[in-house]
């Protein structure tokens, strides 16, 4: 794929919403002069520069698809604490996007999420690809959702990164600092923060979203932080999906990029030609 960088430099620009808390999420507006518009999500402790939410946005500019690519609050150049979890919060910045967006006559298309993992300190957690999951259940105005690597089972994976005992001491202090390797405190799970995520049940939110949403469930075979399976659980559940497993691609898609770009394009072009379907 050829794209000339010069010609999508030109076509960007920042663009600065207010979430419903006040804060201001900053964006990069990838306008090819489309009213076809995708939103892209990054995921955890991550940005709109993460390289899947780059090339991403550059293939859809190449294909003539406007995208917007935006930071979540508490992350990036958005306004707002960082907090741990933070499902429901992000999906009503999302919703603050895709709203703003209907308001100048541009409905979004397609919303696509990727969990982000932290590769620097060990560390992983799920975000934007199951808070696209989040919104569409609970908002029915999005014709389709791709949701990259996303966590079926929230329960899972909190042990490795954080103790055996994590729940006894987050009972008992109120919070967990969780550390960089030199020691240094990178960020703070709270009680609350942590009680979100314990109390998202994914597959009830899945069994709400509207079965004309159109998703797209994409997944590394060789994902060593979510496996495989929760792709698997997440396509027995959602009635109107595609399921792509990508061979031997890892959970940030290290060597597969192309691959994962060649596997989104082909499903939102469709989405974009039916574009007109939208759900009630």
């Known amino acids: 794929m050829t794209i000339d960088y010069s010609v999508l430099s030109a076509m960007q620009q920042k663009l600065t919403l207010v979430n419903k808390r006040g804060e201001k999420l900053v964006g990069v507006l990838h306008d090819t002069g489309s009213a076809k518009l995708v939103v892209l999500c990054h995921g955890f402790r991550s940005t ?10 550059a293939a859809l500019e190449n294909e003539g698809i406007s995208a917007f690519s935006f930071d979540f609050s508490g992350n990036g150049e958005s306004e707002g604490s960082f907090q741990f979890g933070n499902y429901s919060s992000e999906a009503e910045d999302l919703r603050s996007v895709v709203e703003y967006f209907i308001g100048v006559n541009r409905p979004p298309v397609a919303v696509l999420g990727h969990s982000k993992v932290n590769y620097c300190f060990g560390v992983s957690h799920i975000a934007g690809g199951d808070v696209v999951l989040l919104y569409a259940s609970k908002y029915h105005d999005i014709p389709a959702v ?3 690597s996303g966590r079926y089972d929230l329960k899972t994976g909190l042990e490795e990164r954080l103790g055996k005992t994590f729940l006894e001491k987050i009972k008992k202090d109120g919070y967990i600092d969780v550390k960089t390797r030199s020691g240094e405190i990178d960020y703070q799970v709270t009680e609350e923060s942590m009680m979100e995520r314990l109390n998202t049940n994914m597959h009830e939110a899945c069994l709400s979203i509207d079965e004309r949403c159109r998703v797209l469930i994409v997944h590394g075979s060789a994902d060593e932080v979510i496996p495989v399976e929760d792709a698997l659980e997440f396509a027995k559940i ?16 290290s060597s597969h990029q192309d691959e994962l770009t060649s596997a989104v394009l082909p499903f939102i ?7 007109d379907i939208v759900p009630n």
């Open 48 to 57: 709109k520069e993460y390289n899947i939410m780059v090339n991403i946005a």
């Open 146 to 148: 791709v949701s990259v």
């Open 269 to 275: 072009k469709e989405c974009v030609q039916q574009c």
């Open 238 to 253: 959602i009635r109107n999906n595609r399921l792509l497993i990508i061979d031997g691609a890892n959970h940030g898609y």
